[in-house]
């Protein structure tokens, strides 16, 4: 290597290293609300909207971060706030950020803390085409009752059989000369899932892996 090129790289390398192939990844961020109630702080949460994609699911308001609107990650999850629950920035105090998540799925969460103003979440104003409804939910809650713990297991497919048996090829391992072993399904990889069942409602996934960041700093 030229001393040239040693400068070049010593040069590019961040200052504050990120995530590699964060721009394949559905980037999004939500805010993780705390209202106080009667003394008590709760967790305001929504459900989604049953016409929307995942609909009926508990969970945070946020979404993906839009390049050309948002500066950061922090205009995301207030943006989305405000979209979704119509909770202006002027009522949310930001007490600082959750470790940056990576799903399982494909998708990476910067999870926001915050405050909000009780006056703001009495005047919401909810679309209702993207919610169906708010849950608040009092912290001791999540801080008494242990979530039931599941798992899900992730494999990687190299192809695929229709539903009229064909094999649809993603990756050509034959063609590639790869070993045997990535001619069929591999990988296994088994995960972790938390669920809280409150009242009616069933909580889980990325929301109650956020939920329980939250509980242990609490």
């Known amino acids: 290597m030229k001393k040239s090129n040693l400068k070049k790289l010593v040069s590019n390398l961040p200052k504050y290293p990120n995530i590699l192939g964060r ?18 702080y709760h967790l305001l949460f929504q459900k989604r909207a049953a016409s929307i994609r995942q609909g009926g699911d508990i969970c945070f308001p946020g979404g993906g971060f839009e390049i050309g609107i948002d500066k ?8 989305e706030t405000y979209e979704e629950l119509g909770i202006k920035k002027k009522d949310i105090k930001i007490l ?26 009495k005047n919401m104003n909810i679309d209702y085409n993207e919610v169906e409804k708010t849950l608040l939910i009092p912290i001791s809650f999540f801080k008494d009752n242990e979530p039931i713990e599941d798992t899900l297991r992730h494999e990687v497919q190299p192809f695929k059989i229709d539903e009229n048996g064909n094999k649809e090829i993603f990756f050509p391992v ?3 000369g790869l070993p045997d072993t990535y001619k069929k399904p591999w990988g296994n990889k088994r995960h972790k899932v938390w669920v809280y069942k409150y009242e009616n409602e069933v909580i889980w996934g990325i929301t109650s892996v956020l939920i ?6 609490y």
Request: glycine letters at 4%; a positive charge.
């Open 23 to 40: 721009d394949r990844f559905f980037n999004s961020a939500v805010l993780i609300p705390l209202i106080k109630i009667k003394g008590e």
């Open 72 to 79: 950061n990650f922090k205009d995301t999850a207030l943006r």
């Open 96 to 121: 600082g950020q959750l470790d940056t998540y990576v799903a399982p799925i494909g998708a990476i969460i910067e999870p926001f803390v915050a405050k909000i103003k009780k006056k703001a979440y």
């Open 174 to 176: 034959e063609e590639l």
């Open 212 to 217: 329980r960041d939250v509980i242990e700093k």
